[in-house]
């Protein structure tokens, strides 16, 4: 069965500093999809960033990127140089290969960028 | 137009009404989604339509009635809702047979009075 795990529930850090939330999942799928979503206070869930099992080349936008690893199972997230704005609960998903209108979503982890 | 719209924002409702939530998108995308979302849990989804044909129910009671009345437009009508149910309903869309890459609406925030 597939999973998302995020062990961080909640984090808090000085604004200008960087932080790295953590992604590890689960499948049994050999072709499948990674996702980052950004859910700020306003409520929506704004698309970060996919990734499919293939590409395991590790992306940078911005201040934000994106650590892939299948050795690990893991696909961390990192804000460099935070920002008060960057505030949010962050979810890592999955979806597998054979199932790409369906993603599941980890538990989330709350970030807060304190000024 | 890059935006999901969901109306309304916040609905407070009775056990024994009947309501409706409606979402909008003119993306041309032809996946639409209904996901439920308790507080401070993740989403859960509920429903997908793929060019306007219901392809996934997961399990969701039959209080719950989604419909598709055209390529831009998903409804979720309401009736007889228990105060569980309250939570922040989210719709999203996307191209077909694209993961993932999901634009969501900023919700409907509902209590079942």
């Known amino acids: 069965a597939q999973k998302v795990t995020q062990a961080q529930t909640e984090i808090s850090v000085v604004e200008k500093e960087d932080v790295t939330l953590d992604c590890v999942y689960e499948t049994r799928d050999t072709t499948y999809y990674l996702f980052w979503y950004k859910q700020p206070p306003s409520g929506e869930l704004v698309f970060l960033i996919r990734?499919?099992?293939?590409?395991?080349q590790n992306e940078i936008s911005g201040r934000y990127s994106w650590n892939f690893q299948k050795s690990t199972s893991s696909f961390n997230f990192t804000i460099t140089a935070s920002q008060v704005v960057d505030s949010a609960v962050y979810f890592c998903?999955?979806?597998?290969?054979?199932?790409?209108?369906?993603?599941?979503f980890g538990k989330g982890t709350r970030l807060h960028i304190l000024p | 137009d890059t935006e999901v719209t969901q109306t309304p924002k916040h609905l407070v409702m009775g056990m024994t009404n009947k309501k409706s939530l409606k979402c909008e998108q003119h993306?041309?995308?032809?996946?639409m989604y209904w996901y439920k979302q308790k507080a401070k849990k993740p989403p859960e989804l509920m429903f997908v339509?793929?060019?306007?044909?219901?392809?996934i129910n997961e399990s969701v009671p039959s209080r719950f009635s989604p419909e598709c009345p055209n390529s831009s437009l998903l409804n979720l009508h309401l009736h007889a809702l228990q105060p569980e149910d309250s939570a922040l309903y989210l719709c999203a869309s996307s191209q077909v047979q694209l993961p993932g890459g999901y634009t969501f609406g900023s919700g409907t925030r509902l209590t079942v009075v």
């Open positions: 998903a999955l979806s597998e290969g054979n199932r790409d209108d369906k993603i599941i």
């Open positions: 993306m041309g995308h032809r996946a």
């Open positions: 339509y793929s060019y306007e044909k219901l392809s």
């Open positions: 990734r499919n099992s293939f590409d395991e």
